[in-house]
């Protein structure tokens, strides 16, 4: 009597099931770090080490930017306003723009493009090198010491950063504005803090936060669960930036909107 070949059909689609099925791990992972990050062993050295990686030697990568960001909307910016006679409001402008929504906006996008690729590719080549499961026969916790540090990490640099680039930003815009108007530092810096509200840094901090932590949490995950080989290496770092992105605009959406309900309300 032959044998009955059992075939795996799938559910809905074996595209959807595919989805699905990632959803549920990415779930799992979030809920494994939010269980594990309240209990020792604390890696404190490997948190500051990935402070280091992720603050300080993006610095320079986040200065020109930001410095660029400033004057190129300050000068798309001032047309505008020169056709209303407006001009003087450029400080306000441009810094209710920058503290709301560019500060944090760019420098998540370049931090996903850095800091996420970085964090799914390292993380990535340790599990194609086996050198996660050797540290699970040395007793020593990788969940811990990979994804936990780089995660509250990234949550921690990325709001530092933010806040940087705030600063280097209207910087930028100073020179331009400086350069047409002749307008004092003084006078600039009192006209950028009488547009900006507690609400929008509060904002801005909050979504720097999410911002960060997307991006630690989707590089570690991308990396963790890269399948062998050195195609997982390069699918894993693609993966981690192009989903962190994604996630970023999303958040931003909804962050946006449950601000502005509670500006207006």
């Known amino acids: 009597m032959s044998k009955i070949k059992k075939v795996d059909r799938p559910v809905i689609s074996k595209n959807l099931d595919d989805f699905f099925s990632g959803m549920a791990k990415a779930f799992v992972f979030v809920r494994r770090f939010f269980k594990e990050v309240w209990f020792p062993p604390y890696e404190f050295k490997e948190v500051l080490r990935q402070c280091y ?3 300080y030697r993006s610095l320079p990568l986040i200065s020109l930017t930001g410095f660029i960001i400033g004057i190129v909307f300050t000068n798309q910016s001032r047309p505008s306003l020169a056709e209303f ?9 441009i810094s209710i723009a920058v503290v709301r929504a560019l500060g944090p906006l760019v420098t998540a996008l370049i931090a996903s493009g850095k800091v996420g690729s970085s964090i799914g590719a390292e993380i990535g080549s340790m599990n194609v090198t086996e050198q996660i499961d050797a540290m699970e026969v040395s007793a020593i916790n990788p969940f811990k010491f990979l994804v936990i540090t780089r995660t509250l990490a990234a949550t921690f640099m990325i709001p530092v950063l933010v806040m940087y680039t705030d ?3 209207l910087m ?3 020179v331009s504005v400086n350069a047409s108007e002749l307008v004092s530092l003084s006078t600039f810096f009192v006209q950028v803090f009488e547009a900006i509200s507690f609400l929008d840094i509060f904002s801005s901090v909050i979504k720097s936060l999410v911002f960060g932590f997307t991006i630690g949490i989707v590089g570690c995950y991308k990396g963790y669960n890269s399948s062998r080989g050195t195609e997982g290496v390069g699918q894993a770092a693609n993966a981690a930036v192009v989903m962190s992105m ?5 958040e931003e ?3 946006m909107q449950i601000v502005n309900a509670i500006r207006y309300a």
Do not use: C, M
């Open 53 to 55: 990686e992720i603050g």
């Open 85 to 93: 006679g407006a001009t003087s409001w450029l400080p306000s402008l």
């Open 167 to 169: 600063f280097v930003a």
């Open 172 to 174: 930028g815009s100073f």
């Open 246 to 250: 994604f996630l970023i605009f999303v």
């Open 253 to 255: 959406l909804l962050i």
